[in-house]
Each structure stands twice: as C-alpha cells, then as structure tokens.
C-alpha cells in the first residue's frame, strides 16, 4: 500500500533554532501534501495545504513566515519552523493524497510524524 | 463548518469485550469518513474508510457503520484484545478527499 516517510522522527532544540521536517511519498506521486499539528491531548489540526509546484494554503492562524512549506517535486513537501520557541513544540504530522481529483475510495497516507521540543 | 465529536473521551474495558466507540459530524454532506488508530507518540495508521455512498465497512474484528443522515458513524470492535490499547479517531474531509477534519479521539485501554 501507500507509505509516506516522516523524517526525522524526534527534534529537541534549542530556542531560536530552525528545524526542517520532511515528508515523502515513497511509492506514489503525492501533488497534494497536509500538514497538522497535534498539541498533547488535543486532535489533528491541519496547518496548511502544500500542492507541488505552487504556494502553500495556510489555515487561518499560521504563521506562513514562521512555517515555510516547500514542495518541489511529486514525493516530497517540508515544513520549516523558523526561529522556533517552546510554545511551537507540539506532534507534527504530514498526509499526502494520490490525486487532486476527489476519490472519495482514497484513504488518507499518514507519516508517523515528528515529535518537537524546543528548550 | 465541518465539526467531528466522539464520545466517550476514554474507555476502558476488560479483555474479550466487545466495545462501540462513536462519532458524529456536524455537516451531512460527506464524501467519505475514516477510522484511525495512534498509539501513544506515533502518527497515524487507517483502519476503515466509508465512503459516503456506504453503509458499513468491516475489517478483521472491527466493523465501521456510517449513517450519513443523521450525521454518525460507529466504530465495533469485537473481542477486545490488549493490543487495541490506543486512541481511535475518525475524521471526515473538508471537500473531495482531503483534508481531514478530525475528532479529539476515544482513548482505549483493554485490560488483561
């Protein structure tokens, strides 16, 4: 089935310190990429829309300065924390989806997210 | 604007139960509803996807129902197992496909 690499798994930092997550679709091409966040005991929200080839769509409330997407080709998107603070550590968690066109017999691909602590 | 409850919050129960956990959406207009499962510190794994056009969905021991009109679907689990332990969400999407709006999750805890 699809798989959708997360990398790295766990990040601890430092204040101030940028931090680049990746998210890759290892057996298909992904133009659409999500990313959530998940804060201790809360649910998946989504954080942006990343479509290869174009900018990112931001959820109302993030920061596109402080969370820069790239997706430069069809397996890969990143989310970049800039100058990250203790109050952006949270779960980050990438999706990636077949196909712009709605097939709705497609499930979502998770990564198995990136757990980050910045101190 | 699309909001997913489930209930209950967390449940624990002894091994070889049989066990429902619930989840309800607030806009009928669906494509699909998909159950999760996350352990502890991990991302997500899929369990069952229902499309809209469906009325259940069955996996091994779990059995998804999906009642478009009145905004519900179930997730059954039969013959709980300590293996189950993990949070279950489900979650629907805004349009089409993606993405996903998600519940805060039912807490699982099967004891042996």
């Known amino acids: 089935g699809a798989v959708v690499s997360q990398h790295p798994s766990r990040v601890i930092c430092k204040s101030g310190t940028s931090v680049k997550i990746e998210c890759r679709s290892l057996d298909f091409q992904a133009t659409t990429m999500f990313w959530y966040r998940q804060f201790p005991k809360q649910s998946l929200m989504l954080m942006a829309t990343?479509?290869?080839?174009?900018?990112?769509?931001?959820e109302q409330g993030v920061e596109k300065d402080k969370f820069l997407i790239n997706h430069a080709s069809l397996t890969l998107s990143t989310l970049t924390v800039t100058s990250a603070h203790p109050e952006d550590s949270s779960f980050y968690i990438c999706?990636?989806?077949?196909?712009?066109?709605?097939?709705?017999?497609?499930?979502?691909?998770f990564g198995d997210g990136t757990r980050l602590s910045i101190l | 604007k699309q909001e997913v409850t489930q209930i209950p919050a967390a449940l624990s129960v002894p091994e070889g139960e049989n066990l429902v956990l619930n989840c309800s959406f607030t806009?009928?207009?669906?494509?699909?509803l998909q159950w999760f499962r996350q352990d502890p510190g991990k991302g997500l794994t899929s369990l069952l996807l229902?499309?809209?056009?469906?009325r259940e969905q069955t996996s091994g021991r779990l059995n998804a129902s999906l009642d478009k009109s009145s905004g519900r679907s179930t997730l059954y689990i039969a013959a709980s197992q300590p293996g189950d332990s993990a949070t279950y969400l489900c979650?629907?999407?805004?349009?089409?496909?993606?993405?996903?709006?998600f519940g805060k999750g039912t807490r699982l805890s099967v004891i042996a």
């Open positions: 999706s990636a989806s077949l196909s712009r066109e709605t097939f709705t017999d497609q499930p979502q691909h």
């Open positions: 990343s479509n290869e080839g174009s900018k990112a769509t931001y």
């Open positions: 229902i499309q809209s056009s469906q």
């Open positions: 806009d009928s207009a669906i494509y699909n």
């Open positions: 979650a629907v999407p805004l349009s089409g496909n993606t993405p996903l709006v």
